[in-house]
């Protein structure tokens, strides 16, 4: 069994930060990518920032130079830093982890979703 969970999402003024945290947990043996993606009322659910193992990064150009995606493989977590928050970026958050469990099956787990609202 595999989980994955979402922490950290809110309520934040525009120009706000938040971060956001993601645990992989449960019979894992490697953890590959990890990304987060977001999904607004009405939008399709979209890349927001993907990290690979060895630490390459790829971000949605929306928002390039206000978000950092990181990770601690020792704690099976992805964070997500979001600063000069803006009200697009009010949607739910979902984390992913591409991984291999400890029978070594490769699959590409998905959190519950947190939300994260930008507003005054």
């Known amino acids: 069994q595999v989980q994955v969970m979402e922490y950290g999402g809110g309520l934040v003024q525009p120009g706000g930060s938040l971060r956001l945290s993601c645990a992989a947990s449960?019979?894992?043996?490697?953890?590959?990518?990890m990304g987060w993606y977001r999904q607004a009322p009405g939008k399709h659910r979209e890349l927001v920032a993907a990290?690979?193992?060895?630490?390459?990064?790829n971000y949605a150009d929306s928002v390039k130079g206000r978000f950092t995606i990181s990770r601690d493989d020792a704690k099976n977590t992805v964070y997500l830093q979001m600063n000069s928050l803006k009200p697009e970026d009010t949607a739910v958050y979902y984390c992913n982890a591409e991984l291999y469990t400890t029978s070594w099956s490769r699959g590409l787990y998905w959190g519950q979703g947190t939300q994260v609202t930008v507003s005054s």
């Open positions: 990290i690979t193992r060895g630490g390459s990064t």
């Open positions: 449960g019979s894992i043996s490697r953890i590959n990518d």
